[in-house]
């Protein structure tokens, strides 16, 4: 079973800045790490695939980064929209595994 | 447009068997590559994924929880379905059920329906 380790759990940001959340994977997967933006009484919403590629639709402020065992999802100018609940997701193996999660705090 | 919606009971007691039922819009399980799987998520922890379901009715359950869950669809294949046996309350979180094609990332996924268990 591969486990993601992903970090930080919370973090706060101010409108502008740049976030970085991290994503380690125990093992290597190549490029099969996916982000997840999540709000409170909603589905979650796929916003990076295979690593480095933007879901059609969402803003290119978001972007993935990494390959093996290293991810990363930026994101850039940060907006108050962005204030939410962001999670990776690896479907390289079976069991599909998750990381812990990170809320975003924009102050 | 792709939609997914679980329902079920909200609050089932222990020693119970839960069944959850995913009602797919937008696409089924007819169409080739699709596959569905049920996950969850615990109060504080992370996302735990259950089960999935292809097109071609192969199933994959998670390790841990392989002996108490079962996934299947109903004839149609608009309808998938969780059952998982021997409830307890650990087993308290929001369970989705989500939409992925040739077994990749999940691309949609539903609200979400939250299941207690208590006595």
């Known amino acids: 079973e591969t486990t993601l380790t992903q970090s930080p759990a919370f973090m706060s940001a101010t409108p502008g800045d740049i976030v970085n959340i991290s994503c380690r994977a125990s093992q290597d997967i190549e490029d099969a790490m996916n982000w997840y933006q999540q709000k409170p009484g909603e589905a979650p919403l796929f916003i990076i695939e295979e690593a480095t590629t933007l879901v059609p639709g969402i803003t290119p402020r978001f972007s993935g980064s990494g390959y093996g065992t290293d991810f990363t999802l930026t994101i850039h100018d940060i907006e108050s929209e962005d204030a939410a609940y962001y999670f990776c997701?690896?479907?390289?193996?079976?069991?599909?595994?998750f990381g812990q999660g990170t809320k975003l705090e924009i102050k | 447009q792709v939609t997914l919606r679980e329902s079920g009971p909200a609050l089932v007691k222990p020693t119970q068997t839960l069944t959850l039922t995913c009602t797919l819009s937008?696409?089924?399980?007819?169409?080739?590559?699709?596959?569905v799987s049920w996950i969850r998520q615990s109060p504080g922890k992370a996302l735990e994924w259950l089960a999935l379901?292809?097109?071609?009715?192969?199933?994959f359950y998670s390790t841990s929880l392989r002996t108490r869950v079962t996934i299947s669809t109903d004839s149609s294949k608009n309808r998938v379905v969780l059952t998982m046996t021997n409830m307890n309350p650990a087993d308290t979180a929001t369970y989705y059920c989500a939409r992925s094609v040739v077994k990749g990332p999940f691309d949609f996924w539903g609200l979400g329906t939250l299941v207690t268990v208590s006595s």
């Open positions: 997701l690896q479907h390289d193996n079976f069991p599909y595994t």
């Open positions: 379901i292809d097109w071609e009715d192969d199933k």
């Open positions: 937008g696409f089924s399980l007819n169409t080739r590559e699709m596959s």
